[in-house]
């Protein structure tokens, strides 16, 4: 009996998972990550608390386990990164990890404790790796936001364009906006470097962090606290690495900056390997080539990290002195820069587009936006488990918004700034104003 429960309890912890910010389908590899890296009490004490940010006194009471004992567990959770914890108003406020950005990243930059990093890393790679399960279900229908966009390096958008670039699409802008400031090992690279399928040279060790994410990864071991100088020179090495900058997908307190290799990062193979174009937002700018500058090297295109830039003949009288020409693919272009990093010519430099990219302005709203596009809104809302009236309650809400109109609605241009200042109302009201500012 004691094996079927435990059987049961983590079957239960999947689905708990895959009902957070971010969907991750249950299969038997997933099973296999819950059960190396939670207890069997610790994935009871996740099954049941609330799927939102809530305090000690509030797990307990919805849990059931007496305060004392819960604290050690929430505890070793935490330090594990499989719960995260925040600090507000003199006290810690707790909520399970989604996949990503939670149980993946965390587990593969822990430091601390017991580490069974090469097992972690071949469960882990198994689940991502093994099909497009993962990136299926959450960008299977055109879901179009994600947990990260692309930012331009330096210098890399058109003279006549640069007035356009707001800060927070500047890496060295949002650097300067905090004032803590953490580099911790690549996940992707660690786990690639395990795998035996790391082909770059670039160092592990290379994920900037800030503001209270930095503060929740240095205080649990996942990440080295740096001075903001360091943090400009990662920048710095990432740049003459030609990586991509992979931010926070959010406008306002930018708490990460990733430094992504085509052949490690296991975003940019939702893109690459099987096809998902909307896994790393783009960023409000996209490549443009000058046909008459351009020498048709092809260093731009072995450089483009999604494979967006090709070399074709030339074809137009104009280029009719040239037998090969750089083309971009607009449909799946980046706006990274990284091609212009590499252009010699000065013939490549990022452009507005012209079509406008939707990037939330919060932590807050994106986590909305991106539950609502996923079907799992409801469980933010009504988010005790284990009340009978929140089952219900999400339901009802679960179903109405998962009609597709409904959903298209709240997401249009129209009603998504009203929708998303109701909720936030909605939040403030419970008092907890201060998750809005996330």
């Known amino acids: ?99 990503v950005i939670g149980i993946y990243e965390f587990t593969m930059m822990r430091t601390r404790g017991k580490l069974s990093t090469k097992v972690w890393a071949e469960l882990l790679g198994t689940y991502m790796k093994g099909s497009d399960i993962f990136f299926k279900a959450n960008w299977k229908d055109g879901q179009q936001i994600s947990i990260a966009r692309a930012i331009p390096h330096r210098d890399t958008v058109a003279p006549e364009e640069v007035v356009e670039i707001l800060p927070y699409e500047k890496a060295e802008a949002i650097v300067a906006g905090h004032d803590k400031f953490a580099i911790g090992l690549c996940a992707c690279r660690h786990d690639k470097f395990h795998n035996n399928l790391k082909t770059c040279d670039v160092p592990l060790k290379s994920c900037s962090s800030f503001g209270f994410a930095a503060d929740y990864l240095i205080r649990h071991g996942m990440a080295e606290e740096v001075t903001r100088g360091e943090a400009i020179e990662n920048l710095e090495r990432s740049r003459e690495f030609g990586l991509v900058f992979s931010a926070d997908s959010v406008k306002e307190n930018v708490t990460f900056i990733c430094s992504c290799c085509s052949c490690c990062c296991e975003i940019l193979e939702g893109i690459n390997k099987f096809g998902y174009p909307h896994v790393l937002m783009t960023s409000s700018f996209i490549a443009d080539i000058d046909q008459v500058k351009c020498l048709g090297c092809g260093k731009c295109a072995k450089a483009c990290p999604v494979n967006a830039i090709c070399l074709e003949p030339a074809e137009s009288e104009e280029e009719a002195n040239k037998k090969i020409l750089a083309r971009v693919d607009p449909s799946i272009c980046l706006g990274c820069g990284v091609c212009s990093l590499k252009c010699k010519c000065n013939a490549l430099h990022l452009k507005k587009r012209k079509q406008q990219v939707i990037h939330p302005e919060t932590t807050f709203e994106r986590n909305i936006l991106a539950c609502l596009e996923r079907g799992t809104l409801q469980n933010q809302i009504f988010d005790n488990p284990q009340a009978i009236t929140h089952s219900v309650m999400r339901g009802i809400l679960g179903g109405f918004l998962r009609l597709a109109p409904v959903k298209r609605g709240l997401m249009s241009d129209l009603l998504r700034s009203r929708f998303l200042a109701f909720l936030a109302t909605g939040t403030k009201l419970q008092g907890k104003e201060w998750v809005t500012r996330l």
């Open 1 to 99: 009996m004691g094996h079927l429960a435990a059987k049961d309890v983590y079957r239960r912890l999947g689905e708990k998972i895959d009902n957070l910010t971010i969907r991750a389908p249950w299969n038997e590899a997933l099973h296999k990550v819950v059960k190396e890296l939670y207890t069997e009490e610790e994935a009871d004490v996740v099954v049941k608390m609330p799927y939102g940010l809530s305090n000690l006194e509030r797990i307990a009471k919805i849990t059931g386990y007496p305060k004392d004992k819960l604290r050690g567990i929430l505890e070793r959770l935490t330090e594990k990164g499989l719960i995260l914890d925040l600090y507000n108003n003199g006290e810690y406020h707790y909520m399970p990890s989604p996949y």
